[in-house]
Protein backbone atom coordinates (compact mmCIF):
# COMPACT_ATOMS: atom_id res chain seq x y z
CA UNK A 1 0.00 0.00 0.00
CA UNK A 2 1.49 3.43 -0.85
CA UNK A 3 1.39 6.43 2.08
CA UNK A 4 -1.56 8.15 -0.63
CA UNK A 5 -3.53 4.84 0.07
CA UNK A 6 -2.87 5.21 3.27
CA UNK A 7 -4.02 8.57 3.96
CA UNK A 8 -6.88 8.04 1.77
CA UNK A 9 -8.02 4.88 3.90
CA UNK A 10 -7.41 6.76 7.21
CA UNK A 11 -9.79 9.16 5.55
CA UNK A 12 -12.20 6.48 4.67
CA UNK A 13 -11.80 5.50 8.57
CA UNK A 14 -13.06 8.54 9.98
CA UNK A 15 -16.18 8.99 7.78
CA UNK A 16 -17.04 5.55 8.73
CA UNK A 17 -16.72 6.55 12.53
CA UNK A 18 -18.31 9.56 12.26
CA UNK A 19 -20.30 10.03 9.64
CA UNK A 20 -18.62 12.77 7.63
CA UNK A 21 -15.50 13.54 6.18
CA UNK A 22 -12.47 14.50 7.92
CA UNK A 23 -11.12 18.35 6.98
CA UNK A 24 -7.85 17.35 6.89
CA UNK A 25 -5.28 14.35 7.23
CA UNK A 26 -1.82 14.87 8.33
CA UNK A 27 1.08 12.46 8.87
CA UNK A 28 4.64 11.79 10.23
CA UNK A 29 7.09 8.93 10.07
CA UNK A 30 8.40 6.45 12.71
CA UNK A 31 12.14 6.39 12.87
CA UNK A 32 15.65 4.29 12.37
CA UNK A 33 18.21 6.09 14.63
CA UNK A 34 21.67 5.59 12.45
CA UNK A 35 23.79 6.39 15.54
CA UNK A 36 23.60 8.30 18.64
CA UNK A 37 22.04 5.75 21.23
CA UNK A 38 20.66 7.35 24.85
CA UNK A 39 22.77 10.62 23.90
CA UNK A 40 19.44 12.02 23.71
CA UNK A 41 19.11 13.22 27.58
CA UNK A 42 22.71 13.24 27.85
CA UNK A 43 22.76 16.33 26.19
CA UNK A 44 24.76 15.03 23.27
CA UNK A 45 24.42 13.86 19.76
CA UNK A 46 21.89 11.64 17.60
CA UNK A 47 21.44 10.84 13.80
CA UNK A 48 18.18 9.65 13.48
CA UNK A 49 16.05 9.80 9.97
CA UNK A 50 12.47 9.04 9.41
CA UNK A 51 11.59 5.65 7.89
CA UNK A 52 8.49 4.97 4.91
CA UNK A 53 5.91 3.83 7.77
CA UNK A 54 3.41 6.73 8.95
CA UNK A 55 1.03 7.15 11.77
CA UNK A 56 -1.50 9.12 9.92
CA UNK A 57 -4.20 10.98 11.47
CA UNK A 58 -7.92 12.45 9.73
CA UNK A 59 -9.67 15.35 11.39
CA UNK A 60 -12.76 16.81 11.51
CA UNK A 61 -14.29 20.04 13.05
CA UNK A 62 -16.63 20.15 15.96
CA UNK A 63 -18.61 23.30 17.19
CA UNK A 64 -18.50 21.98 21.15
CA UNK A 65 -15.70 21.24 23.26
CA UNK A 66 -15.21 17.71 23.21
CA UNK A 67 -12.23 15.41 21.54
CA UNK A 68 -12.93 12.22 20.66
CA UNK A 69 -10.51 10.12 19.25
CA UNK A 70 -10.45 6.82 17.88
CA UNK A 71 -8.06 4.21 15.67
CA UNK A 72 -7.70 1.37 13.80
CA UNK A 73 -5.89 -0.78 16.72
CA UNK A 74 -8.37 -0.30 19.06
CA UNK A 75 -12.52 -0.76 18.94
CA UNK A 76 -13.43 2.10 21.48
CA UNK A 77 -14.01 5.86 20.65
CA UNK A 78 -12.66 7.64 23.64
CA UNK A 79 -14.13 10.53 24.53
CA UNK A 80 -13.10 13.87 26.63
CA UNK A 81 -13.54 17.19 27.11
CA UNK A 82 -10.99 20.04 26.68
CA UNK A 83 -12.34 21.17 30.25
CA UNK A 84 -10.75 17.87 32.01
CA UNK A 85 -7.44 17.49 30.01
CA UNK A 86 -4.65 16.53 32.81
CA UNK A 87 -1.97 13.71 32.56
CA UNK A 88 -3.63 11.63 35.15
CA UNK A 89 -7.39 11.53 33.83
CA UNK A 90 -5.67 9.60 30.39
CA UNK A 91 -4.83 6.16 29.88
CA UNK A 92 -4.31 3.67 27.26
CA UNK A 93 -3.11 3.82 23.43
CA UNK A 94 -5.67 7.12 23.63
CA UNK A 95 -3.10 8.56 26.14
CA UNK A 96 -0.78 9.46 22.93
CA UNK A 97 -3.06 11.72 20.58
CA UNK A 98 -5.00 13.37 23.86
CA UNK A 99 -1.58 13.69 25.41
CA UNK A 100 -0.55 15.93 22.70
CA UNK A 101 -3.79 17.89 23.16
CA UNK A 102 -2.91 18.69 26.77
CA UNK A 103 1.13 19.38 26.41
CA UNK A 104 -0.06 21.75 23.77
CA UNK A 105 -1.43 23.59 25.82
CA UNK A 106 1.75 23.69 28.28
CA UNK A 107 3.64 25.47 25.19
CA UNK A 108 1.21 28.13 25.45
CA UNK A 109 -1.78 27.10 23.04
CA UNK A 110 -5.22 28.73 24.58
CA UNK A 111 -6.58 25.22 24.91
CA UNK A 112 -9.79 27.63 26.45
CA UNK A 113 -10.83 28.93 23.57
CA UNK A 114 -10.89 26.46 20.87
CA UNK A 115 -13.64 24.16 19.41
CA UNK A 116 -13.02 20.04 20.47
CA UNK A 117 -11.84 18.00 17.18
CA UNK A 118 -13.03 14.41 15.92
CA UNK A 119 -9.31 12.40 15.45
CA UNK A 120 -9.19 9.12 13.63
CA UNK A 121 -5.55 7.01 13.78
CA UNK A 122 -3.92 4.38 11.76
CA UNK A 123 -0.21 3.68 11.72
CA UNK A 124 1.65 1.46 9.59
CA UNK A 125 4.89 1.77 12.16
CA UNK A 126 5.07 -1.41 14.13
CA UNK A 127 4.42 -1.23 17.63
CA UNK A 128 7.40 -2.20 20.11
CA UNK A 129 10.12 -2.53 17.59
CA UNK A 130 11.57 0.18 18.44
CA UNK A 131 10.99 2.52 16.15
CA UNK A 132 8.91 5.15 17.06
CA UNK A 133 5.74 4.04 16.89
CA UNK A 134 4.41 6.18 19.87
CA UNK A 135 6.40 9.62 18.28
CA UNK A 136 5.00 9.05 15.17
CA UNK A 137 1.23 9.25 16.59
CA UNK A 138 2.53 12.28 18.75
CA UNK A 139 3.75 14.44 15.83
CA UNK A 140 1.03 13.57 13.40
CA UNK A 141 -1.41 14.87 16.01
CA UNK A 142 0.74 17.08 17.09
CA UNK A 143 1.19 19.06 13.60
CA UNK A 144 -2.93 18.47 12.91
CA UNK A 145 -3.94 20.29 16.13
CA UNK A 146 -1.58 22.75 15.64
CA UNK A 147 -2.47 23.45 12.26
CA UNK A 148 -6.47 23.21 12.65
CA UNK A 149 -6.31 25.35 16.02
CA UNK A 150 -4.23 28.12 14.55
CA UNK A 151 -1.22 27.98 16.71
CA UNK A 152 1.42 28.21 14.71
CA UNK A 153 4.18 26.37 16.79
CA UNK A 154 7.45 25.51 14.90
CA UNK A 155 8.60 21.93 14.70
CA UNK A 156 11.84 21.83 17.49
CA UNK A 157 8.41 23.21 19.66
CA UNK A 158 6.24 20.45 18.16
CA UNK A 159 8.98 17.51 18.90
CA UNK A 160 9.18 19.57 22.85
CA UNK A 161 5.14 19.20 22.76
CA UNK A 162 5.66 15.65 21.73
CA UNK A 163 8.35 14.64 24.36
CA UNK A 164 6.41 16.20 27.33
CA UNK A 165 2.70 14.01 26.62
CA UNK A 166 5.62 10.69 26.19
CA UNK A 167 6.93 12.31 30.11
CA UNK A 168 4.14 13.30 31.62
CA UNK A 169 1.18 11.63 30.07
CA UNK A 170 2.32 8.01 28.79
CA UNK A 171 4.98 8.23 32.02
CA UNK A 172 8.49 7.09 29.60
CA UNK A 173 11.69 9.21 30.76
CA UNK A 174 12.48 9.49 27.10
CA UNK A 175 14.71 12.81 25.09
CA UNK A 176 13.73 14.43 22.38
CA UNK A 177 15.35 11.39 19.82
CA UNK A 178 12.34 10.28 18.45
CA UNK A 179 9.81 13.63 17.98
CA UNK A 180 13.08 15.47 16.49
CA UNK A 181 13.73 12.42 13.58
CA UNK A 182 9.55 12.29 13.43
CA UNK A 183 8.77 16.59 12.43
CA UNK A 184 12.31 17.32 10.91
CA UNK A 185 13.35 14.29 8.06
CA UNK A 186 13.91 15.13 5.06
CA UNK A 187 13.58 11.80 2.04
CA UNK A 188 17.25 10.50 1.19
CA UNK A 189 18.49 12.30 4.36
CA UNK A 190 19.31 11.82 8.24
CA UNK A 191 19.03 14.63 11.27
CA UNK A 192 22.39 15.54 12.50
CA UNK A 193 20.92 16.81 16.00
CA UNK A 194 22.78 18.77 18.89
CA UNK A 195 20.41 17.87 21.57
CA UNK A 196 22.09 20.32 24.15
CA UNK A 197 21.27 23.43 21.23
CA UNK A 198 18.54 21.40 19.42
CA UNK A 199 20.39 22.65 15.74
CA UNK A 200 20.00 20.58 13.71
CA UNK A 201 21.35 19.73 10.15
CA UNK A 202 20.10 17.59 7.73
CA UNK A 203 22.80 15.80 5.86
CA UNK A 204 21.73 13.45 2.71
CA UNK A 205 22.63 9.97 3.02
CA UNK A 206 23.21 8.85 -0.53
CA UNK A 207 22.61 5.03 -0.37
CA UNK A 208 20.20 4.98 -3.30
CA UNK A 209 23.12 6.10 -5.36
CA UNK A 210 25.63 4.28 -3.84
CA UNK A 211 23.63 0.84 -4.14
CA UNK A 212 22.97 0.69 -0.36
CA UNK A 213 19.99 -0.21 2.12
CA UNK A 214 19.38 -0.22 5.25
CA UNK A 215 17.68 -3.45 6.34
CA UNK A 216 15.62 -3.73 9.87
CA UNK A 217 15.79 -6.82 11.85
CA UNK A 218 12.54 -6.78 13.96
CA UNK A 219 13.54 -9.72 17.00
CA UNK A 220 9.76 -9.26 17.70
CA UNK A 221 11.23 -9.19 21.18
CA UNK A 222 9.08 -6.22 22.31
CA UNK A 223 10.01 -3.45 24.14
CA UNK A 224 8.35 -0.59 26.22
CA UNK A 225 9.82 2.64 28.05
CA UNK A 226 7.85 3.68 30.27
CA UNK A 227 9.10 0.70 33.05
CA UNK A 228 12.95 -0.99 33.81
CA UNK A 229 16.16 -0.37 31.71
CA UNK A 230 15.61 2.92 30.05
CA UNK A 231 14.87 4.32 33.40
CA UNK A 232 17.55 2.95 35.09
CA UNK A 233 20.28 3.80 32.62
CA UNK A 234 18.96 7.18 32.80
CA UNK A 235 19.45 7.26 36.44
CA UNK A 236 23.11 5.80 36.17
CA UNK A 237 23.43 8.82 33.53
CA UNK A 238 22.60 11.48 36.00
CA UNK A 239 24.76 9.60 38.66
CA UNK A 240 27.97 9.49 36.58
CA UNK A 241 27.62 12.97 35.33
CA UNK A 242 26.81 14.20 39.59
CA UNK A 243 29.84 12.70 40.42
CA UNK A 244 32.13 13.92 37.89
CA UNK A 245 30.62 17.26 38.51
CA UNK A 246 29.32 18.20 35.18
CA UNK A 247 26.02 18.84 34.36
CA UNK A 248 25.36 16.47 31.73
CA UNK A 249 27.59 13.82 30.08
CA UNK A 250 27.76 15.91 26.79
CA UNK A 251 30.70 18.00 29.24
CA UNK A 252 32.80 14.71 29.38
CA UNK A 253 35.40 13.81 26.87
CA UNK A 254 37.19 10.57 25.62
CA UNK A 255 40.31 11.95 27.06
CA UNK A 256 38.77 12.37 30.28
CA UNK A 257 38.21 9.04 30.74
CA UNK A 258 40.67 7.72 32.54
CA UNK A 259 39.81 10.15 35.26
CA UNK A 260 36.30 8.72 35.38
CA UNK A 261 37.35 5.30 35.80
CA UNK A 262 39.28 6.40 38.90
CA UNK A 263 36.24 8.27 40.47
CA UNK A 264 33.15 6.16 39.45
CA UNK A 265 32.27 2.73 40.37
CA UNK A 266 32.99 -0.14 37.39
CA UNK A 267 29.08 -0.07 36.13
CA UNK A 268 28.36 3.43 36.01
CA UNK A 269 31.78 3.95 34.61
CA UNK A 270 30.92 1.62 31.62
CA UNK A 271 27.44 3.69 31.29
CA UNK A 272 29.42 6.48 31.17
CA UNK A 273 31.97 5.39 28.95
CA UNK A 274 29.24 4.27 26.32
CA UNK A 275 27.83 8.01 26.20
CA UNK A 276 31.25 9.58 26.10
CA UNK A 277 32.41 7.19 22.98
CA UNK A 278 29.07 7.28 21.28
CA UNK A 279 28.69 11.13 20.99
CA UNK A 280 32.39 10.63 19.40
CA UNK A 281 31.31 8.05 17.39
CA UNK A 282 27.96 10.14 16.05
CA UNK A 283 30.48 13.83 15.19
CA UNK A 284 32.63 10.70 13.92
CA UNK A 285 30.01 9.23 11.72
CA UNK A 286 28.69 12.52 10.16
CA UNK A 287 32.15 13.58 9.01
CA UNK A 288 33.25 10.30 7.32
CA UNK A 289 29.96 10.12 5.70
CA UNK A 290 30.69 13.82 4.05
CA UNK A 291 34.42 13.08 3.10
CA UNK A 292 33.87 9.03 1.94
CA UNK A 293 29.73 8.26 2.08
CA UNK A 294 27.65 5.69 3.76
CA UNK A 295 29.79 2.75 2.66
CA UNK A 296 32.51 4.07 5.05
CA UNK A 297 30.75 4.21 8.55
CA UNK A 298 30.53 0.20 9.20
CA UNK A 299 32.85 0.18 11.66
CA UNK A 300 31.34 2.98 13.92
CA UNK A 301 28.27 1.16 13.14
CA UNK A 302 29.65 -1.82 14.60
CA UNK A 303 31.49 -0.18 17.63
CA UNK A 304 28.25 1.11 18.70
CA UNK A 305 27.03 -1.83 19.14
CA UNK A 306 29.61 -3.55 21.08
CA UNK A 307 29.01 -0.17 23.46
CA UNK A 308 25.42 -0.77 23.62
CA UNK A 309 26.34 -4.76 24.51
CA UNK A 310 29.12 -4.40 26.82
CA UNK A 311 28.66 -0.97 28.46
CA UNK A 312 25.11 0.34 28.46
CA UNK A 313 24.31 -3.63 28.76
CA UNK A 314 20.64 -2.97 26.64
CA UNK A 315 20.79 -5.32 23.95
CA UNK A 316 18.85 -8.74 24.21
CA UNK A 317 20.60 -11.97 22.64
CA UNK A 318 18.28 -12.05 19.68
CA UNK A 319 19.51 -8.69 18.76
CA UNK A 320 23.12 -9.42 19.05
CA UNK A 321 22.50 -12.89 16.81
CA UNK A 322 20.70 -10.39 14.16
CA UNK A 323 23.93 -8.01 14.43
CA UNK A 324 26.15 -11.00 14.37
CA UNK A 325 24.77 -12.69 11.72
CA UNK A 326 24.72 -9.66 9.37
CA UNK A 327 28.21 -8.60 10.00
CA UNK A 328 28.99 -12.35 9.60
CA UNK A 329 27.48 -12.53 6.22
CA UNK A 330 28.95 -9.17 4.75
CA UNK A 331 27.10 -6.04 6.21
CA UNK A 332 29.05 -2.76 6.03
CA UNK A 333 28.09 -2.51 9.62
CA UNK A 334 25.01 -3.50 11.83
CA UNK A 335 24.07 -2.20 15.69
CA UNK A 336 20.75 -2.21 17.48
CA UNK A 337 18.59 1.18 16.91
CA UNK A 338 16.16 2.26 19.71
CA UNK A 339 15.98 1.78 23.48
CA UNK A 340 16.78 -1.04 23.40
CA UNK A 341 15.91 -4.02 26.03
CA UNK A 342 14.02 -5.46 22.33
CA UNK A 343 13.40 -4.00 19.64
CA UNK A 344 15.00 -3.52 16.07
CA UNK A 345 18.94 -3.94 14.77
CA UNK A 346 19.48 -2.27 11.64
CA UNK A 347 22.15 -3.43 9.26
CA UNK A 348 24.15 -1.24 6.54
CA UNK A 349 24.04 -3.61 3.63
CA UNK A 350 25.09 -3.51 -0.51
CA UNK A 351 21.52 -3.24 -2.13
CA UNK A 352 22.61 -7.56 -3.43
CA UNK A 353 22.90 -8.95 -0.23
CA UNK A 354 19.72 -8.04 1.20
CA UNK A 355 18.02 -11.47 1.03
CA UNK A 356 21.29 -13.45 2.15
CA UNK A 357 21.32 -11.55 5.44
CA UNK A 358 17.40 -11.56 5.83
CA UNK A 359 17.54 -15.54 4.62
CA UNK A 360 20.77 -16.17 7.19
CA UNK A 361 19.37 -14.16 10.41
CA UNK A 362 16.04 -15.98 10.12
CA UNK A 363 17.86 -19.41 9.94
CA UNK A 364 20.19 -18.14 13.05
CA UNK A 365 17.09 -17.31 14.86
CA UNK A 366 15.34 -20.66 14.23
CA UNK A 367 18.91 -22.66 15.02
CA UNK A 368 18.48 -20.74 18.59
CA UNK A 369 14.66 -21.71 18.62
CA UNK A 370 13.94 -17.75 18.69
CA UNK A 371 10.58 -16.58 17.36
CA UNK A 372 11.30 -15.86 13.73
CA UNK A 373 12.12 -11.86 13.42
CA UNK A 374 10.33 -9.81 10.38
CA UNK A 375 12.91 -8.17 8.32
CA UNK A 376 12.03 -5.29 6.20
CA UNK A 377 14.34 -2.49 4.01
CA UNK A 378 13.57 1.01 5.09
CA UNK A 379 13.81 4.13 2.93
CA UNK A 380 14.78 7.57 4.33
CA UNK A 381 11.81 9.56 4.20
CA UNK A 382 10.19 12.85 4.72
CA UNK A 383 8.63 13.83 8.23
CA UNK A 384 5.93 15.02 9.09
CA UNK A 385 3.21 16.72 6.35
CA UNK A 386 -0.08 17.02 5.28
CA UNK A 387 -1.47 14.76 2.96
CA UNK A 388 -4.80 15.89 2.12
C1 LIG B 1 13.98 5.82 22.95
C2 LIG B 1 13.72 7.20 23.50
F1 LIG B 1 12.43 7.57 23.26
C3 LIG B 1 14.67 8.23 22.90
O1 LIG B 1 14.47 9.47 23.54
C4 LIG B 1 16.12 7.78 23.01
O2 LIG B 1 16.60 7.95 24.34
C5 LIG B 1 16.28 6.34 22.54
O3 LIG B 1 15.34 5.47 23.16
C6 LIG B 1 17.66 5.81 22.79
O4 LIG B 1 18.59 6.49 22.01
O5 LIG B 1 13.68 5.76 21.59
Keep these: MTEADTAAETAVGFTERYGRAPVGVWSAPGRVNLIGEHTDYNDGFVFPFAIDQRACVALGARDDRVIRVSSTFAPEVVEVHLDELSPESLEGWSAYPLGVAWALGQFGAELASVAGVDLHISSTVPVGAGLSSSAAIECSVALALDEHWGIGLDRPTLAKVGRLAENRVVGAPTGILDQSASLLSHADAAVFLDCRSLDAEVIPLGLVADGLSILVIDSNVTHAHATGGYAARRASCEAGASALGVDSLRDVRVDDLPRAAAVLDDETFRRVRHIVTENQRVLDTVRILREQGAGAIGAL ?85 RDA
Design 301 to 385: LDASHVSMRDDFEITVPEIDLAVSTAQANGAIGARMTGGGFGGSAIALVIDALVPVIEREVRAAFAEQGYRAPTTFVVRPSEGAR
